[in-house]
T-cell receptor
Framework: DSGVTQTPKHLITATGQRVTLRCSPR?????VYWYQQSLDQGLQFLIQ???????AKGNILERFSAQQFPDLHSELNLSSLELGDSALYFC????????????FGQGTRLTVV | GENVEQHPSTLSVQEGDSAVIKCTYS??????FPWYKQELGKRPQLIID???NVGEKKDQRIAVTLNKTAKHFSLHITETQPEDSAVYFC????????????WGAGTKLIIKP
């Protein structure tokens, strides 16, 4: 167990809908990352938050947004969902932003039908 | 910005043989190089990492080597076992990437019985 908790584990929703994925980082970790992994693909970095503030953005669509709350948990909001958004969404946390390993949650498998 | 290339994309080795996966990076300022293992449907897990002040690091059957001059680092797995079958990702980070982990595309390692 990495100590990073993601909910829900599975989510099935229809095209056009909006969903929220939740991540609780390891105790004491200030940095949270979100990744998208489509079937048999690599890890696509979406966005990073550090201590409540957005720190870096990757290839995140405008339909997607995220935030990190004062208690350091983070939410990824996906709206106007399309079939191509079906993927595993991972959250990872690390203590700082530099030269430290990232610990991954078990992921949320999103299926858009 | 930083770019990480990983080869090969698929590697098939006989059980008991060694496996080597290589990554090259572009930013000479990168100073942290982790390797993650991802079993099917599971989270990526850190298996070993190396920092730029070290040339080699070992942990039982796995080792990582770093050649800063050539800007490449490699994962070596000896005496491979069926449970080594997984996708392996390398990554690099440093000041040039604003300490973001820049990921390789992954290597699918298949251990043949």
């Amino acid at each position: 167990d990495s100590g990073v908790t993601q909910t829900p584990k599975h989510l099935i929703t229809a095209t056009g809908q909006r969903v929220t994925l939740r991540c609780s980082p390891r105790s004491g970790d200030l940095s949270v990352y979100w990744y998208q992994q489509s079937l048999d693909q690599g890890l696509q970095f979406l966005i990073q938050y550090y201590n409540g503030e957005e720190r870096a953005k990757g290839n995140i669509l405008e339909r997607f947004s995220a935030q990190q709350f004062p208690d350091l948990h983070s939410e990824l909001n996906l709206s106007s969902l399309e079939l191509g958004d079906s993927a595993l969404y991972f959250c990872a946390s690390s203590p700082r932003t530099d030269r430290t390993e990232a610990f991954f949650g078990q992921g949320t498998r999103l299926t858009v039908v | 910005g930083e770019n990480v290339e990983q080869h090969p994309s698929t590697l098939s080795v006989q059980e008991g043989d060694s496996a080597v996966i290589k990554c090259t990076y572009s930013d000479s300022a990168s100073n942290y190089f982790p390797w993650y293992k991802q079993e099917l449907g599971k989270r990526p897990q850190l298996i070993i990492d190396i920092r730029s002040n070290v040339g080699e690091k070992k942990d039982q059957r796995i080792a990582v080597t770093l050649n800063k001059t050539a800007k490449h680092f490699s994962l070596h797995i000896t005496e491979t076992q069926p449970e080594d079958s997984a996708v392996y990702f390398c990554a690099a980070s440093g000041v040039g990437s604003n300490y973001q982990l820049i990921w390789g595309a992954g290597t699918k390692l298949i251990i043949k019985p």
